[in-house]
């Protein structure tokens, strides 16, 4: 059964969002002047949609960097100019990091506080940052998180599946092959596993996931949060699949939210079928490691019935 909620918060687009924001830029400016910022990478959370989803400590961090980094400057300009923010604003991401880098890591060894944003969200989560914070830290210099809005817990937290103990998993493979073989190694994890994906492909995603870790594995669609057409819905994965495969792919940013398999009795011939194929290709300790894994059963365990096995 298809569960749906959907949501009227004002988006980040709409003229009281912007107002507000404003009002408050003009009176965070007026009360008080941006605190000094050690040197450092500070790594910044923004909004995933609503403007006002973004805290006073990123807001001082923004206004009292040397340089903010952005992924897409275009997209960052609306959000710094709806909170007047005047720092120095400039490009990072995929296509110029290798030649970034060096010039960045000179300039936070001179002092300077460099701020790292993306286009929503998050930095570092799916995200093309995560190569500079580790060649930051690998050089000796400080990275702080400035913590905020993130697409993953979001929807974690509007799924009604099981948050203590979760996956993320980012964007699965475009290709169908490539998809499932990900999908299958991850069909045993004990958590909800989050992933990303687009409209345009997520009636294929959700199809595959379905083949391959159950169609009745509980799971929730959620798709512009924080926006004004917010809405989760929640099902099983073969309904969901069957779902938007009827009705058309959604547009917006989606997650994608998978709950843990239920309880299965690993019997002794499951345990016996999984080794004698891994064995195959694989190392005695190898194989004893891949099928603890996929059975959940202690690897002990697993590797004394290998090597039963193999004694035949």
């Known amino acids: 059964m298809l569960a749906v909620m959907s949501s009227d918060i004002p988006s980040s687009k709409a003229p009281e969002a912007a107002d507000t924001s404003r009002r408050l830029a003009e009176s965070n400016s007026a009360d008080q002047s941006a605190q000094p910022l050690d040197a450092g990478l500070y790594v910044v959370s923004t909004p995933i949609g609503n403007l006002r989803d973004i805290t006073l400590r990123a807001l001082d961090t923004l206004r009292a960097a040397d340089e903010i980094l952005a992924e897409d400057t275009r997209t960052s300009r609306r959000l710094l100019d709806a909170h007047d923010i005047r720092s120095k604003l400039s490009p990072y991401h995929d296509h110029n990091g290798a030649k970034r880098r060096p010039e960045i890591l000179d300039k936070l060894a001179n ?171 694989q190392s005695l300790k190898q194989a004893a490691a891949e099928v603890a894994a996929k059975l959940n059963i202690p690897k002990r365990d697993a590797y004394q019935r290998g090597l039963a096995l193999k004694d035949g």
């Open 111 to 281: 002092g300077a506080a460099i701020a790292l944003i993306s286009d929503a969200g998050t930095p570092l989560v799916s995200d093309p940052g995560w190569k500079l914070a580790r060649t930051a830290l690998d050089a000796g210099h400080r990275v702080f998180p400035i913590p905020g809005a993130s697409a993953l817990l979001a929807g974690l937290v509007a799924s009604g599946l099981p948050s203590d103990r979760f996956m993320f998993c980012g964007f699965l493979p475009v290709k169908t092959s490539a998809r499932r073989k990900e999908a299958e190694k991850l069909a045993a994890t004990p958590a909800t596993l989050v992933f990303y994906e687009s409209g345009p492909r997520l009636t294929a995603c959700l199809q595959d996931l379905a083949d391959m870790l159950g169609g009745d594995r509980e799971a929730a669609i959620a798709r512009e949060l924080t926006k004004l057409f917010e809405e989760t819905r929640r099902g099983s994965l073969a309904e969901l699949a069957k779902y938007y495969a009827e009705n058309g792919h959604p547009k917006g940013e989606i997650v994608i939210l998978v709950g843990p398999p239920g309880e299965v009795e690993v019997t002794k011939a499951m345990v016996d079928a999984a080794l004698q194929a891994a064995l195959k290709t």
